[in-house]
């Protein structure tokens, strides 16, 4: 069994480094404390940094994402720091990255007791992202070999894609970490249903982890509402519903923790003597 952590992220406006960084220790450090021996945050929760720009800046779209690239490198040590200390594994949701093609793109970095264990792009990018905030795709999908399994990392809209689920289930993932930012209920249940949908197919499990709460300052995290939630196949030994567990209030006032078990032998045993075989058969469906 591992045990996990799963962050209904309220955006909070936090003016300096030094409150910002507070923050987030405290908030990792009350999950710890949890038993937590992995930690996800969501989708821009590193846009927070925003708040530490004049209020000018930090209330333009584009002013704001160029205006936190020097405040990412001190952001990675952070959270590397706080992995190494607390001998978990962390992966601090994501924010827009200026890349040396020029082009910004959205990513997820993920730490273990080791430091640094790598980083995943996001892969699809949604109306939003393309045509306002011009934000590039990235390439490639990686699984990360770790002491708890093998994880593998989507990007909110990319739940929504079955192929690369898919891809990373024949890499070996065991679990996906999907950190989400939506602002409507919709938005957050079409991921959440991605999400279920994809742990359905591969039969692997998969932990959601959202932003929630009013921004007012920030255009790109204004508004923003879900739920957090651990998935996994509905099949023997697992619940009915596969829903191991999901926050019971949408969109608290403040940051909440999902702890939530997941046992990843039996989600794998699901796959060699499960009611279906879902992951054995897919490939049948194409000779059809």
């Not at 069994?1 to 450090?29: F, G, P, S, V």
């Not at 909110?156 to 894609?161: H, L, P, R, T, W």
């Not at 289930?169 to 999907?178: F, K, N, P, V």
């Amino acid at each position: 069994m591992i045990r996990l952590a799963a962050c209904q992220y309220a955006i909070e406006l936090l003016e300096t480094w030094d409150a910002y960084a507070e923050h987030l220790q405290a908030l990792c450090a009350e999950a710890v404390h949890g038993g937590a021996q992995l930690l996800l945050l969501p989708e821009y929760a590193g846009l927070v940094l925003s708040g530490q720009l004049p209020a000018a800046q930090r209330g333009d779209l584009h002013g704001s994402i160029s205006g936190i690239q020097p405040l990412i490198p001190r952001w990675l040590a952070l959270c590397e720091g706080i992995a190494r200390e607390h001998g978990v594994y962390l992966q601090p949701g994501s924010l827009p990255v200026l890349d040396g093609d020029g082009r910004y793109r959205n990513r997820a970095w993920l730490f273990g007791p080791e430091g640094v264990l790598g980083h995943q792009d996001k892969l699809m990018m949604t109306r939003f992202e393309k045509e306002q905030w011009d934000i590039s795709a990235g390439s490639g999908l990686k699984v990360f070999e770790t002491a708890l399994g093998r994880l593998g990392i989507l990007i909110c809209y990319d739940n929504e894609f079955p192929m690369l689920a898919r891809r990373l289930a024949e890499q070996g993932a065991d679990l996906i970490l999907a950190p989400s930012c939506t602002d409507t209920e919709a938005g957050y249940h079409r991921v959440r249903i991605g999400a279920q949908a994809r742990a359905l197919e591969n039969q692997i499990a998969v932990l959601q982890s959202p932003t929630v709460g009013l921004a007012p300052w920030s255009p790109a995290l204004d508004e923003n509402v879900g739920c957090a939630g651990l998935y996994v196949p509905p099949d023997y030994g697992m619940p009915a519903d596969g829903v191991v567990a999901q926050s019971s209030i949408m969109s608290p006032a403040s940051s909440q923790w999902l702890f939530t078990l997941l046992d990843i032998g039996a989600v794998r045993r699901v796959r060699d003597v499960g009611q279906v075989l879902i992951r054995r058969d897919w490939p049948d469906q194409f000779a059809l």
